[in-house]
């Protein structure tokens, strides 16, 4: 891939950063997209010259229609979305409340439909690629349950869009596991190692392991992959 036009959600910080720096050091045009981080996009995008930082909250449909908007005035068109941007808000579940439960699935669910549903228009041909998570699969957890609602959610979002935008759009998306994050790091030592034990390979994965398959699923080598959820997770025992 050579000078593609990217947009990569949430791309300041953890696997976001990760998959936007792949790109970049293609030299593809790269949205880096934000909410409260700007330092981070900033700084990621001082590094690279096709770096472009660009605020927007993915759950308010105005600022979506902006972004794309802009895209579309300086580019002209897109050719890869990665909606990658998601939070949690993990608790027991009886005290997870109607507004916390609103936010995970406004950020996670609505806004990629939200960043889809505008930014497909001014592609051409191309593909998007939605990151999920395991624990939309086999991977349960209750604590979580709002999320794996999301990434559900965003699995069966996946396989609409695939069948709606075909044949000229390719929809994929994948369902990674645990990943070393900075906000992953911060877990308590034990659960980490309970969970890395339901793992095959005994440990969480690195950003850069998830984002290879990201940047090789956007990539002409993977031009016949279409309507697919492809887990990476290390195989779970």
């Not at 979305?81 to 949690?88: C, H, L």
């Not at 991977?139 to 000229?168: C, F, M, R, V, W």
Request: glycine fraction near 6%; charged fraction near 25%; include cysteine.
């Amino acid at each position: 891939m050579v000078n593609k036009v990217v947009l990569i959600t949430g791309a300041s910080r953890g696997l976001g950063r990760s998959i936007a720096t792949l790109f970049l050091q293609n030299d593809d045009i790269v949205y880096v997209n934000y909410k409260d981080s700007q330092s981070e996009a900033e700084e990621l995008c001082h590094n690279y010259k096709k770096g472009i930082p660009i605020k927007c909250d993915i759950s308010n449909e105005l600022e979506v229609e902006a972004m794309i908007n802009k895209i579309k005035e300086e580019q002209g068109t897109i050719d890869i979305i990665i909606n990658n941007a998601g939070i949690a808000k993990d608790s027991l579940v009886d005290d997870k409340t109607k507004e916390s439960f609103s936010l995970v699935l406004a950020t996670n669910l609505i806004g990629p439909f939200l960043v889809c549903k505008y930014g497909h228009k001014i592609m051409n041909k191309g593909c998007i690629i939605n990151i999920a998570s395991n624990t939309a699969i086999d991977a349960n957890y209750p604590y979580g349950l709002d999320y794996d609602a999301s990434k559900a959610g965003l699995i069966s979002l996946t396989h609409n869009l695939a069948i709606e935008y075909a044949p000229n759009i390719r929809v994929n998306a994948i369902a990674p596991g645990w990943i070393n994050t900075n906000m992953n790091k911060e877990l308590d030592n034990d659960f980490r190692k309970k969970e890395s034990e339901k793992i095959l390979l005994k440990r969480f994965a690195e950003p850069l392991e998830i984002a290879k398959v990201v940047f090789f699923l956007a990539s002409e080598e993977a031009s016949y992959i279409n309507n697919s959820i492809i887990k990476v997770d290390g195989g779970l025992a």
